[in-house]
């Protein structure tokens, strides 16, 4: 039974064309009309699941899949080595702190599992004073952008009184003493409209032991509303730097103070040409990289005192390969390289001489690295479609990777693999495709295939571990991860060719692989399921509207669907470098409208089976993109295939989600699968 939703005669006008909105009712998630609506959908949802007589199997696979201790990148602080562990189940990982990381005696320091009830609290920010002796740390509510900082004595291990409010994506920089910090937050949402909540970013002072109401405003833009600013101090602490940025745009300026001076901010970088992420200083000479005159990135050395760009040394030219991060660690650059869509590590010294290459196995990501410029360490977490996280520490003089928290390895990699392939998207451009899967796969086209893609914001899809996908080949499925453009696996050209008038790329592309999974005895249609989320959810959403044809099932996750009001919510705002805004601009609606999935439901088309996936408290992509979706899919589609919604309660777009509703989801998203694709378990 498909549940009715009500219409209202909602008609807006975009530069001559009239859409109708007739859900536009679902964006009120206070109405309790919507509550009850959403209670519906999630029972109806449930109810279909219930009818998969494996599911308490497939639950069962999960947790144990999830069962294992996971560990991240130590740092070392004072006299301490600072991580998070958790030990396979519980709702959020622990901080914890040793002086010997091959002891077993860890010491807590924050264990969010006990900060609220519902275990939805997580840490989000860490910073700590250059003595280790003081932590602020970030605390965020059921998947909330918004945090709260507070500060931990480490000596004494109980919070001091500061509580600083009103922060989202925000900075926290100790000065060298330890008696304060510089931060940035928003306006009181309280005092704003809800449409203004994300503007007027502004960077304070606080002084450790006051209130914030006595904090001391240190810059502000009230001209540029949009833009952001996160402080950090050079190495040497002299200068106060911002990375100032707008949106998701793949571009910042940066700001600094001489603090030895009595003088306002320097706009160093203000033209917004560019991406520059400051790595490190010697004196006033700055490190950067940036992508000016170089799309797939180098690093660049500044004369604060001749700042000019025909003054900038190249010390790591561009490459072949992106340059995804550089960091400077036993006075050497440490940098990491994407090459076709996994990492490499290389290290050069501060002239930018190569040095040598550190050799870690095919086909990972790294997950962290951590040291400081006058250590002679460094630790290193890296992951693969086969393995968890793994911690190594590199030791520069000895020049060899050690093994961390080493422990069983639950996760054989015999009998499975990875391999990448290359096949060609609509317009003739080669795209990249990770496969994993049972080894002796029979290419018989009668295979389950899990086909996985984001394709935006300058985001690449590397190699990475999942319990819930290690089941799925366990069952002998097929994992396909495509990265397509609008990505940043090949650098600033790859990614801007996903983005505004040529987003339609991103879907191609997509299509494409699951033309050549099919076409090279992989699977079928009907063996063929799709997924993705937030932009990945539009990628989804785009995909069955455009291509209902060619997929047997759909997992659309906390998705963007309506192309037209996106912008109108929270951080929506950001994202209009990658989308365009289409009430502003006629172009933009021009392309927006052709793909956007919620005004692209068609009568008479054959769906495949569907679950759209959100949460209600979602701050990032507001959970209406998907219920007014759902809401349009279940009202025009006639078929028989389900199409349905899955509403998860106290949770937001991901971040900080408890264990124990991240397998329930996944419980639900996979029974979802092998049901509607007929496979066994």
């Not at 009103?166 to 704003?192: L, Q």
């Not at 994993?436 to 796969?441: P, Y």
Request: glycine residues 8%.
């Amino acid at each position: 039974m498909v549940l009715f939703t009500r219409k209202e005669d909602v008609i807006e006008n975009f530069h001559g064309t009239e859409i109708r909105d007739p859900y536009r009712w679902l964006e009120n998630p206070e109405d309790p009309e919507v509550q009850q609506w959403v209670d519906n959908q999630n029972k109806q949802t449930q109810d279909f699941i219930s009818t998969f007589h494996n599911r308490e199997n497939v639950k069962s696979k999960l947790t144990e899949a999830w069962n294992f201790p996971k560990y991240t990148v130590p740092t070392k602080e004072g006299d301490y080595f600072y991580f998070h562990k958790n030990d396979g189940l519980q709702n959020q990982a622990v901080f914890y702190r040793t002086k010997d990381l091959h002891s077993k005696e860890l010491e807590e320091v924050l264990n969010p599992n006990t900060m609220n009830e519902e275990g939805t609290a997580a840490i989000t920010n860490l910073s700590f004073t250059s003595d280790g002796k003081k932590l602020a740390y970030g605390i965020s509510l059921n998947g909330s952008d918004w945090q709260e900082i507070k500060v931990r004595n480490l000596e004494t291990g109980k919070d001091e009184a500061d509580l600083i409010r009103f922060c989202k994506f925000s900075s926290i920089a100790w000065n060298e003493e330890g008696t304060g910090f510089y931060y940035n937050r928003f306006p009181d949402p309280a005092t704003v409209s809800p449409e203004e909540q994300s503007f007027y970013n502004k960077v304070y002072w606080h002084e450790a032991g006051t209130s914030q109401e006595d904090d001391v405003l240190v810059y502000e833009d009230t001209d540029n509303k949009e833009y952001s600013f996160n402080p950090i101090f050079s190495d040497d602490y002299r200068y106060l730097i911002l990375n100032v940025w707008k949106g998701t745009e793949n571009k910042s300026r940066i700001y600094y103070k001489d603090l030895e001076k009595e003088e306002e901010f320097v706009r160093l970088f203000d033209k917004g040409d560019g991406e520059y992420s400051f790595i490190g200083n010697e004196g006033n000479t700055f490190y950067f990289v940036t992508n000016v005159d170089a799309p797939r990135e180098k690093i660049i050395a500044v004369d604060l005192e001749n700042p000019s760009k025909e003054n900038w040394i190249d010390i790591i030219a561009e490459k072949e390969d992106v340059l995804s991060f550089g960091k400077i660690v036993n006075r050497q650059l440490i940098v990491c390289y994407l090459h076709n869509a996994h990492y490499e590590l290389k290290i050069f010294d501060l002239d930018g001489n190569h040095v040598k290459d550190v050799q870690l196995p095919n086909y990972i990501s790294l997950t962290g690295l951590t040291g400081k410029k006058e250590e002679a360490w460094m630790y290193i977490g890296y992951t693969s479609y086969l393995s968890p996280n793994e911690i190594a520490s590199y030791d520069f003089a000895q020049e060899e990777l050690n093994s961390v928290f080493q422990g069983e390895n639950k996760f054989s990699t015999e009998g499975f693999e990875t391999s990448q392939i290359f096949y060609v998207s609509k317009d003739g451009t080669k795209i990249p495709m990770f496969l994993t899967h049972k080894k002796g796969l029979v290419q018989n086209g009668e295979n389950p295939v899990l086909l996985y893609g984001y394709g935006g914001f300058n985001v690449s899809l590397t190699p990475s571990f999942s319990p819930a996908v290690r089941m799925w080949i366990e069952q002998g499925g097929v994992y396909a991860v495509a990265n397509l453009r609008g990505g940043g696996e090949f650098g600033e050209e790859w990614y801007k060719a996903g983005t505004l008038a040529q987003k339609q790329n991103v879907f191609d592309d997509f299509a494409a692989a699951a033309e050549w999974l099919i076409s090279e005895g992989y699977t079928k249609k009907e063996k063929l399921a799709i997924m993705g989320g937030s932009n990945g959810g539009l990628l989804v959403g785009a995909s069955i509207t455009q291509r209902p044809d060619l997929f047997g099932a759909a997992i659309c996750q906390v998705p963007v669907t309506d192309m037209l009001r996106y912008h109108k919510f929270t951080v929506g705002r950001y994202w209009v470098t990658d989308y365009g805004n289409a009430e502003k601009n006629a172009d933009d609606f021009a392309f927006m409208i052709k793909y956007s999935p919620l005004h692209n439901v068609k009568e008479g088309v054959d769906y495949p089976p569907t679950l759209i996936t959100t949460a209600d408290t979602d701050d990032r992509v507001v959970p209406a993109h998907a219920m007014k979706f759902a809401a349009t899919l279940q009202a025009t589609y006639e078929g028989s295939n389900p199409i349905l919604l899955r509403v998860e309660k106290n949770a937001g777009h991901g971040l900080g989600k408890p264990t124990v509703k991240i397998i329930e989801e996944q419980t639900d998203v996979y029974s979802f699968l092998f049901k509607t694709l007929n496979v066994k378990i």
